[in-house]
């Protein structure tokens, strides 16, 4: 069956970058988009962007630009988050989430980033 | 991008029917057959509810059912049951290959 199994929570200070993996099983990775998709506590879900993960091409929103990376590694069927420049507004889980048809179609678990000297 | 509009909270009794919102715009809903559906339970990952504006994923029950009108999506949940008490958001594709939120709606049942 799909799973998405996310990297664990991790803690940074003010100004660090974070990296969040996402490894995708039980389909062909290469196939199919992988979003990102930002909660922080109590708030609402906020679409990041994606990535092709066939030929690497990239998508972000906005909000994110110039300060999020996505990639992925085929190989090991990984896709990468990773956000720079982090401040405490960061403070949030991040989902990656499998594209079907246009729709974030399977999660991952999610992983908790707090931001915080 | 401004995020879809939902009401902040609805709620109904056990077997009741509920039905929530998610406004958006030309831009968005209204002009792709994309609206999706999530489901989330406090410290949960969204679970996908409704896909492609009525679809239901494999394994959802039937008594969850979206539809759409010009620029406004909706989501039905009939025949309320505890376990159904969660936030529900909404999410459009949108121009540009973007996709937008809703701000979430909480529902209880009462």
């Known amino acids: 069956q799909v799973q998405l199994v996310q990297s664990g929570a991790e803690v940074k200070e003010p100004g660090a970058s974070v990296k969040v993996s996402c490894k995708a099983s039980?389909?062909?990775?290469?196939?199919?988009?992988m979003h990102w998709v930002r909660q922080a506590p109590g708030q609402r879900l906020e679409w990041m962007g994606w990535?092709?993960?066939?030929?690497?091409?990239?998508k972000y929103s906005q909000k994110f630009q110039g300060r999020v990376t996505f990639t992925r590694d085929t190989s090991a069927s990984t896709a990468y988050m990773e956000l720079g420049s982090l401040r405490s507004e960061d403070t949030a889980v991040f989902y990656c989430a499998r594209d079907i048809g246009r729709t974030l179609f399977y999660w991952g678990q999610g992983t908790l980033v707090t931001v915080s000297s | 991008q401004s995020a879809l509009t939902q009401p902040a909270s609805v709620s109904g009794s056990p077997g009741q029917s509920i039905t929530i919102s998610c406004t958006g715009t030309?831009?968005?809903?209204?002009?792709?057959?994309?609206v999706s559906w999530y489901q989330q339970h406090p410290g949960k990952a969204p679970k996908l509810m409704i896909y492609e504006g009525s679809k239901r994923p494999s394994g959802v029950s039937n008594r969850f059912s979206g539809s759409k009108s010009g620029n406004t999506a909706s989501l039905t949940v009939s025949g309320l049951q505890a376990e159904d008490e969660a936030d529900y958001y909404c999410c459009s594709y949108a121009e540009s290959t973007t996709w937008v939120f809703g701000g979430g709606t909480k529902l209880t049942v009462l």
């Open positions: 030309s831009s968005d809903v209204g002009s792709y057959n994309l």
């Open positions: 990535i092709n993960t066939g030929n690497g091409n990239t």
């Open positions: 039980g389909y062909s990775f290469s196939g199919y988009p």
